[in-house]
């Protein structure tokens, strides 16, 4: 495994990635039979949409995955991780029948999928410049 770091029960990948959410065939992962209707409601509401998304350093631990991005975190439950293709790919199913898809992000792959849809449309020179940026750059202090 690459720069992941394993924390008591967490692993969780120091890199930028972009995601993207796919709504995966048969019956979604059963729910908790305690869950009231509202907090269904609620829980469905909140999961990712169908745009492709910075994730940055996503973290795997305790039934979850979770990831920073340049406005807020996100935390998905899973029901499965596929780690075969980490560092460079993750791929999660979520309780809400979908498969979260993280692919390690590169410039071209950034100039064509992410830039646009990026606050400032920041331009880099190479892939680490990018990483690098969005590493570093604490995104809190402009929220």
Do not use: C
């Amino acid at each position: 495994m690459d720069p992941a770091q394993q924390l008591a029960g967490h692993t969780q990948y120091n890199h930028v990635y972009y995601v993207y959410a796919e709504e995966m065939q048969g019956n979604p992962a059963e729910s908790k039979e305690s869950e009231t209707e509202s907090e269904t409601e609620e829980s469905e509401s909140e999961h990712i949409d169908n745009r492709i998304s910075i994730a940055i350093r996503p973290d795997i631990f305790d039934g979850r995955i979770s990831w920073e991005d340049t406005s807020r975190g996100r935390t998905e439950i899973v029901t499965d991780v596929d780690l075969h293709e980490a560092p460079h790919k993750i791929v999660a199913k979520t309780r809400f029948n979908e498969k979260l898809t993280f692919v390690k992000l590169s410039l071209d792959e950034y100039n064509a999928k992410i830039r646009d849809w990026v606050y400032n449309k920041p331009t880099f020179d190479s892939t680490e410049a990018l990483e690098k940026y969005y590493l570093e750059t604490n995104f809190h202090e402009y929220g």
